[in-house]
Protein backbone atom coordinates (compact mmCIF):
# COMPACT_ATOMS: atom_id res chain seq x y z
CA UNK A 1 0.00 0.00 0.00
CA UNK A 2 1.14 3.63 -1.29
CA UNK A 3 1.81 5.69 1.81
CA UNK A 4 0.65 9.55 1.55
CA UNK A 5 2.60 12.01 4.19
CA UNK A 6 0.62 15.28 5.09
CA UNK A 7 1.90 17.91 6.50
CA UNK A 8 1.51 20.03 9.01
CA UNK A 9 -0.30 17.85 11.10
CA UNK A 10 -1.75 21.37 13.04
CA UNK A 11 -2.29 24.70 11.94
CA UNK A 12 -3.43 27.77 13.67
CA UNK A 13 -3.68 31.02 12.17
CA UNK A 14 -5.27 34.39 12.29
CA UNK A 15 -7.81 35.40 9.93
CA UNK A 16 -5.84 36.66 6.60
CA UNK A 17 -2.71 35.03 6.93
CA UNK A 18 -1.88 32.37 3.83
CA UNK A 19 -1.04 28.80 4.01
CA UNK A 20 -0.27 25.72 2.62
CA UNK A 21 -0.64 22.33 3.41
CA UNK A 22 1.67 19.57 1.53
CA UNK A 23 0.81 16.18 0.67
CA UNK A 24 3.55 13.47 -0.54
CA UNK A 25 4.35 10.14 -1.49
CA UNK A 26 7.68 7.84 -2.83
CA UNK A 27 4.77 6.59 -5.24
CA UNK A 28 2.74 7.57 -8.27
CA UNK A 29 -0.69 7.85 -8.58
CA UNK A 30 -3.29 8.30 -11.20
CA UNK A 31 -5.15 11.13 -9.74
CA UNK A 32 -4.96 13.09 -6.45
CA UNK A 33 -8.02 13.58 -4.44
CA UNK A 34 -8.32 16.70 -1.65
CA UNK A 35 -11.30 16.60 0.92
CA UNK A 36 -12.69 18.55 3.60
CA UNK A 37 -14.13 17.35 7.01
CA UNK A 38 -16.01 19.58 9.69
CA UNK A 39 -16.43 17.82 13.10
CA UNK A 40 -19.00 15.54 13.37
CA UNK A 41 -19.84 14.73 9.18
CA UNK A 42 -18.08 12.48 6.95
CA UNK A 43 -15.31 14.06 4.11
CA UNK A 44 -16.54 15.95 1.25
CA UNK A 45 -14.43 16.09 -1.74
CA UNK A 46 -13.01 20.07 -2.47
CA UNK A 47 -11.03 18.83 -5.82
CA UNK A 48 -9.59 15.98 -7.88
CA UNK A 49 -6.18 16.86 -10.00
CA UNK A 50 -5.13 14.09 -12.72
CA UNK A 51 -3.06 15.58 -15.17
CA UNK A 52 1.17 16.17 -13.64
CA UNK A 53 1.65 19.72 -13.01
CA UNK A 54 -2.08 20.65 -13.18
CA UNK A 55 -2.94 23.86 -10.95
CA UNK A 56 -6.85 24.24 -9.84
CA UNK A 57 -8.18 26.74 -8.33
CA UNK A 58 -11.34 26.90 -6.31
CA UNK A 59 -11.96 30.41 -4.67
CA UNK A 60 -9.52 31.12 -2.25
CA UNK A 61 -7.93 27.98 -2.65
CA UNK A 62 -5.58 26.92 -5.07
CA UNK A 63 -4.24 22.73 -5.50
CA UNK A 64 -1.19 21.76 -7.52
CA UNK A 65 -0.57 18.14 -8.51
CA UNK A 66 3.15 17.56 -8.75
CA UNK A 67 4.66 17.03 -12.11
CA UNK A 68 5.82 12.94 -11.29
CA UNK A 69 2.06 13.03 -9.34
CA UNK A 70 3.68 12.04 -6.34
CA UNK A 71 2.89 15.07 -4.35
CA UNK A 72 0.17 18.06 -4.05
CA UNK A 73 -0.28 20.94 -2.16
CA UNK A 74 -2.96 23.06 -1.16
CA UNK A 75 -2.41 26.99 -1.08
CA UNK A 76 -5.16 28.84 1.03
CA UNK A 77 -5.44 32.57 0.29
CA UNK A 78 -6.20 35.34 2.94
CA UNK A 79 -8.17 32.49 5.12
CA UNK A 80 -11.45 32.99 6.49
CA UNK A 81 -12.92 30.99 10.31
CA UNK A 82 -15.14 29.07 7.88
CA UNK A 83 -11.84 27.42 6.28
CA UNK A 84 -10.95 25.73 9.79
CA UNK A 85 -11.88 22.25 9.52
CA UNK A 86 -10.00 18.80 8.95
CA UNK A 87 -8.18 18.47 5.31
CA UNK A 88 -7.44 15.24 4.28
CA UNK A 89 -6.17 14.32 0.55
CA UNK A 90 -6.47 11.06 -0.65
CA UNK A 91 -4.59 9.05 -3.79
CA UNK A 92 -6.15 6.83 -6.39
CA UNK A 93 -4.33 3.66 -6.48
CA UNK A 94 -4.92 2.56 -9.94
CA UNK A 95 -7.56 0.34 -8.79
CA UNK A 96 -11.06 1.04 -6.87
CA UNK A 97 -9.27 2.31 -3.64
CA UNK A 98 -7.70 5.36 -2.46
CA UNK A 99 -5.39 5.91 0.51
CA UNK A 100 -5.69 8.92 2.67
CA UNK A 101 -3.18 10.87 4.55
CA UNK A 102 -3.40 11.37 8.42
CA UNK A 103 -4.73 15.11 7.45
CA UNK A 104 -3.98 18.54 8.46
CA UNK A 105 -6.72 20.23 11.17
CA UNK A 106 -6.82 23.91 10.03
CA UNK A 107 -8.32 26.54 12.63
CA UNK A 108 -8.36 29.91 11.69
CA UNK A 109 -8.88 32.23 14.45
CA UNK A 110 -10.69 35.64 13.94
CA UNK B 1 -31.26 12.54 -2.90
CA UNK B 2 -29.60 11.29 -0.29
CA UNK B 3 -26.58 9.92 -1.03
CA UNK B 4 -25.12 7.81 1.47
CA UNK B 5 -27.15 7.39 4.22
CA UNK B 6 -25.40 5.21 7.84
CA UNK B 7 -27.27 4.27 10.58
CA UNK B 8 -27.28 3.95 13.92
CA UNK B 9 -25.14 7.60 14.36
CA UNK B 10 -24.02 6.40 17.66
CA UNK B 11 -23.86 3.25 19.68
CA UNK B 12 -21.75 1.95 23.05
CA UNK B 13 -21.17 -1.82 23.28
CA UNK B 14 -19.60 -3.63 25.93
CA UNK B 15 -16.74 -6.25 24.75
CA UNK B 16 -17.98 -9.30 23.52
CA UNK B 17 -21.05 -7.85 22.01
CA UNK B 18 -21.99 -7.83 18.38
CA UNK B 19 -23.70 -5.19 16.03
CA UNK B 20 -24.06 -3.98 12.65
CA UNK B 21 -24.00 -1.04 10.58
CA UNK B 22 -25.89 -0.21 7.92
CA UNK B 23 -25.48 1.80 5.18
CA UNK B 24 -27.40 2.41 1.89
CA UNK B 25 -26.25 4.87 -1.01
CA UNK B 26 -29.40 6.25 -4.18
CA UNK B 27 -26.79 7.53 -6.18
CA UNK B 28 -26.46 4.37 -8.43
CA UNK B 29 -22.53 3.68 -7.77
CA UNK B 30 -21.09 0.80 -7.72
CA UNK B 31 -18.35 0.75 -5.54
CA UNK B 32 -18.62 1.42 -1.46
CA UNK B 33 -16.10 1.23 1.04
CA UNK B 34 -15.68 0.93 4.91
CA UNK B 35 -13.18 3.11 6.91
CA UNK B 36 -12.16 3.83 10.46
CA UNK B 37 -11.03 7.17 11.35
CA UNK B 38 -9.04 7.58 14.58
CA UNK B 39 -7.14 10.31 15.56
CA UNK B 40 -3.82 11.07 13.34
CA UNK B 41 -4.49 8.04 11.43
CA UNK B 42 -6.38 9.65 9.19
CA UNK B 43 -9.26 6.97 7.19
CA UNK B 44 -8.44 3.14 7.06
CA UNK B 45 -10.15 1.27 4.37
CA UNK B 46 -11.70 -2.02 6.38
CA UNK B 47 -13.54 -3.31 3.46
CA UNK B 48 -15.10 -2.38 0.17
CA UNK B 49 -17.08 -3.87 -2.50
CA UNK B 50 -16.19 -2.93 -6.06
CA UNK B 51 -19.38 -4.43 -7.40
CA UNK B 52 -22.76 -6.33 -6.35
CA UNK B 53 -21.52 -9.27 -5.28
CA UNK B 54 -17.99 -9.01 -4.39
CA UNK B 55 -16.33 -7.72 -1.68
CA UNK B 56 -12.48 -7.29 -0.94
CA UNK B 57 -10.11 -6.69 2.43
CA UNK B 58 -8.66 -3.47 3.10
CA UNK B 59 -5.80 -1.91 5.21
CA UNK B 60 -7.60 -3.08 8.45
CA UNK B 61 -9.98 -6.04 8.01
CA UNK B 62 -9.81 -8.07 11.25
CA UNK B 63 -12.74 -8.44 13.29
CA UNK B 64 -15.32 -7.15 10.58
CA UNK B 65 -17.36 -8.82 8.15
CA UNK B 66 -19.39 -6.95 5.20
CA UNK B 67 -22.06 -7.98 3.24
CA UNK B 68 -22.93 -6.12 -0.10
CA UNK B 69 -26.51 -7.00 0.31
CA UNK B 70 -27.22 -5.61 -2.90
CA UNK B 71 -26.21 -2.46 -5.22
CA UNK B 72 -27.53 0.13 -3.13
CA UNK B 73 -27.08 -1.37 0.80
CA UNK B 74 -23.48 -2.23 2.40
CA UNK B 75 -23.38 -3.78 6.23
CA UNK B 76 -20.18 -4.10 8.71
CA UNK B 77 -20.34 -6.45 11.04
CA UNK B 78 -18.88 -6.27 14.53
CA UNK B 79 -18.59 -10.25 15.47
CA UNK B 80 -17.35 -9.75 18.94
CA UNK B 81 -16.31 -6.28 20.00
CA UNK B 82 -13.23 -5.07 21.49
CA UNK B 83 -12.10 -1.89 22.64
CA UNK B 84 -9.79 -1.44 20.22
CA UNK B 85 -12.74 -0.97 17.56
CA UNK B 86 -13.39 2.25 19.54
CA UNK B 87 -13.34 4.51 16.39
CA UNK B 88 -15.52 6.63 13.98
CA UNK B 89 -16.69 4.33 11.36
CA UNK B 90 -17.52 6.06 7.38
CA UNK B 91 -19.18 4.34 4.97
CA UNK B 92 -18.49 5.97 1.09
CA UNK B 93 -19.49 5.02 -2.62
CA UNK B 94 -18.28 5.95 -6.11
CA UNK B 95 -18.85 5.39 -9.48
CA UNK B 96 -15.53 3.43 -9.51
CA UNK B 97 -16.05 0.10 -11.55
CA UNK B 98 -17.92 -0.60 -15.13
CA UNK B 99 -14.59 1.83 -16.61
CA UNK B 100 -15.20 4.80 -14.47
CA UNK B 101 -11.44 6.64 -14.15
CA UNK B 102 -11.68 8.42 -11.29
CA UNK B 103 -12.88 7.90 -8.04
CA UNK B 104 -14.37 10.17 -6.18
CA UNK B 105 -15.66 8.91 -2.82
CA UNK B 106 -18.74 9.91 -1.19
CA UNK B 107 -19.20 9.82 2.43
CA UNK B 108 -21.93 8.99 4.87
CA UNK B 109 -22.38 11.30 8.36
CA UNK B 110 -20.19 8.19 10.07
CA UNK B 111 -21.51 6.05 13.49
CA UNK B 112 -19.54 6.90 16.42
CA UNK B 113 -18.98 3.10 18.15
CA UNK B 114 -17.37 2.91 21.67
CA UNK B 115 -16.42 -0.28 23.10
CA UNK B 116 -16.70 -0.98 26.97
Known amino acids: TQLLEQSPQFLSIQEGENLTVYCNSS?????LQWYRQEPGEGPVLLVT?????EVKKLKRLTFQFGDARKDSSLHITAAQPGDTGLYLC??????????FGAGTILRVKS | NAGVTQTPKFQVLKTGQSMTLQCAQD?????MYWYRQDPGMGLRLIYYSASEGTTDKGEVPNGYNVSRLNKREFSLRLESAAPSQTSVYFC???????????????FGPGTRLTVT
Open chain 1, 90 to 99: AGDEYGNKLV
Open chain 2, 27 to 31: MNHNS
Open chain 1, 49 to 53: VVTGG
Open chain 2, 92 to 106: ASSEAGGGARLYEQY
Open chain 1, 27 to 31: SVFSS
